[in-house]
């Protein structure tokens, strides 16, 4: 729904792609923006800025080198909607946070795991050696 993994990805990849990268996320359905993933991304310097979910339907761009999934069923789409095209589709199993439950400090921590992952990934798609701690 274009809630959680993605526009933390999204977010992520922004921070470290080239200038004059393309990056967009969308969802296979609509959904509604998520307060956590705020909170964690504001925790490494990030933000989604006023960025709103959006489906695939609603992208500006249709022409992509790479798409990168974390759902299956955004995966399925994917493959779906660019049969015929030049572009690759990796897919990237990646948890859903927001069925963790607990407290808040332990549903925090499983959207931090979601993030660092994410970024772990993009990193290495963009060859960029993680900080040192």
Same mark, same amino acid.
């Given at each position: 729904?274009?809630a959680?993994?993605s526009?933390?990805a999204?977010?992520?990849?922004r921070?470290?792609?080239?200038?004059?990268?393309y990056i967009a996320?969308?969802? +296979?359905?609509?959904?509604?923006? =998520?307060p956590? @993933?705020d909170?964690v991304?504001s !925790?490494?310097g $990030?933000d989604?800025g006023?960025?709103?979910?959006?489906?695939?339907d609603?992208?500006?761009d249709?022409f992509?080198d790479l798409?990168?999934?974390?759902?299956p069923?955004?995966?399925?789409r994917?493959l779906?909607?660019?049969?015929?095209?030049a572009?690759?589709? +990796?897919?990237?199993p990646?948890? =859903?946070p927001? @069925?963790?439950a607990?407290?808040? !400090?332990?549903? $925090?921590?499983s959207?931090r795991?979601?993030?660092?992952?994410?970024?772990?990934?993009?990193?290495?798609?963009f060859?960029i050696?993680p900080?040192t701690?």
């Amino acid at each position: 729904m274009n809630a959680i993994r993605s526009p933390m990805a999204e977010a992520i990849a922004r921070g470290l792609a080239r200038k004059g990268t393309y990056i967009a996320s969308a969802g +296979v359905r609509h959904g509604e923006r =998520d307060p956590f @993933v705020d909170a964690v991304l504001s !925790e490494v310097g $990030l933000d989604l800025g006023n960025r709103e979910p959006q489906s695939l339907d609603e992208l500006e761009d249709d022409f992509f080198d790479l798409i990168v999934t974390l759902a299956p069923e955004a995966h399925h789409r994917a493959l779906d909607m660019n049969r015929g095209n030049a572009v690759d589709i +990796v897919y990237w199993p990646t948890p =859903d946070p927001s @069925v963790a439950a607990g407290t808040r !400090e332990q549903i $925090l921590a499983s959207y931090r795991d979601v993030r660092d992952m994410l970024a772990l990934r993009l990193r290495k798609l963009f060859a960029i050696e993680p900080p040192t701690d």
